[in-house]
């Protein structure tokens, strides 16, 4: 009889310097290690959970370092889906680092409290989340029954985020080997997302798979218009993930205001309109005004700033979004765009919707404009 087969992985959520060990057992155990560590004493337990992106059916391990400085591990079977492979530790714990990070960003700038002519409520449409998606399906019956509104000022967004990209994969691997990134230095040693190789990336074997996977989840969905960044990873994505939609009388149309953020970041620039429509011919590029990436110029070597980046999205949803017939809207665009959009531009409590989005992940929401009464 063989041994069990052990998969090793070194656990990505942790402090520097801290060696914390997953473990996937085929067949399951449970068992403890009486190891010293080098961790400094402290008064509480600290515990670092096995990734999600472990696929389905394997045995998931949690690792726990005692008071008394020893290891226990805790092995239980993984419920998640196969598709939960599709999100590495890297990426899973970039997602909550920057949940915290760019929120705290958020708040030093003041950005968390702008109060703007129209109020912009967000809330959850179903309580069905899980790894990678958030939305509402029309045979769920955990429906959020104030989503049955039929206000014109009331809509249902599905929002997504691209899939991995080319930049993303970069950057998930100077975060394996620990390099920091500074996003905000033109020095590609430091930024590799400055290199002009990077120009307009497209999505990688990984991104496509992200993004295919979701098909049917969005199939299931009853957009009345999708909205896609000009981008070329978010053109991708919708042609992916809401290709069932592609063959109806639904629109599709490309938007700036729904594309990240501008300047400085090769990976954010997009090629020429022209260009673009040869490839995309059947989506409507009439919204866009320049052909070459004027609005990526005009910021040279500068990143767009939060505020900036605010008052954009927030002009999108109102003089755009809010004024469209349609009910019911797919928008397909960027991570750091719809952080802030959930954060620092709608009125959302709900924390689910408002943290960091993984790649190609749809969360669905009902957006309420409300005109502020002036004193």
Not at 10 to 36: D, K, M, S, Y
Not at 247 to 257: F, L, M, R, Y
């Amino acid at each position: 009889m063989h041994p069990p087969r052990i998969i090793l992985g070194i656990a990505a959520a942790l402090a520097p310097r801290q060696a914390i060990v997953t473990l996937a057992f085929l067949p399951p155990r449970t068992f403890h290690i009486g190891a010293t560590t080098s961790r400094s004493a402290s008064a509480t337990t600290s515990s670092t959970a096995a990734a999600a992106a472990t696929a389905a059916g394997k045995e998931i391990c949690e690792t726990t370092i005692t008071d008394q400085g020893k290891a226990e591990v805790l092995c239980n079977t993984s419920n998640e889906d196969e598709r939960s492979s599709l999100w590495s530790d890297v990426a899973i714990h970039a997602a909550k680092q920057f949940t915290i990070t760019q929120r705290k960003k958020l708040k030093e700038l003041g950005a968390l409290d702008i109060e703007r002519p129209v109020q912009i409520v967000g809330e959850p449409v179903t309580d069905n989340c899980g790894l990678g998606d958030c939305v509402v399906h029309h045979d769920d019956d955990t429906i959020n029954p104030k989503s049955s509104s039929s206000s014109k000022n009331t809509k249902i967004i599905h929002f997504q985020r691209h899939g991995q990209g080319y930049h993303n994969l970069i950057c998930d691997m100077w975060r394996e080997l620990e390099r920091p990134i500074d996003f905000d230095s033109l020095d590609p040693n430091l930024n590799p997302v400055v290199r002009p190789e990077f120009l307009d990336p497209p999505l990688t074997a990984l991104g496509m798979q992200q993004c295919k996977s979701q098909r049917d989840l969005c199939a299931s969905l009853s957009p009345e218009l999708v909205i896609v960044s000009p981008m070329l990873r978010c053109l991708q994505t919708a042609k992916l993930s809401f290709r069932d939609h592609v063959v109806t009388n639904v629109p599709w149309v490309s938007h700036e205001g729904c594309r990240e953020e501008l300047g400085l970041l090769m990976g954010n620039k997009r090629r020429s309109i022209e260009d673009i429509k040869a490839d995309y011919p059947e989506i409507d590029f009439s919204d866009i005004e320049h052909d070459e990436d004027v609005l990526w110029e005009e910021y040279g070597e500068r990143r767009e700033t939060l505020l900036e980046k605010s008052e954009r999205i927030y002009e999108f949803l109102t003089e755009y979004v809010r004024h469209r017939p349609e009910r019911e809207i797919s928008i397909v665009c960027h991570s750091a765009y719809l952080f802030t959009l959930m954060n620092a531009v709608m009125d959302i409590s709900d924390e689910e919707l408002r943290s960091w989005f993984l790649t190609s992940e749809v969360r669905s929401l009902q957006m309420t404009f409300i005109e502020r009464e002036h004193e």
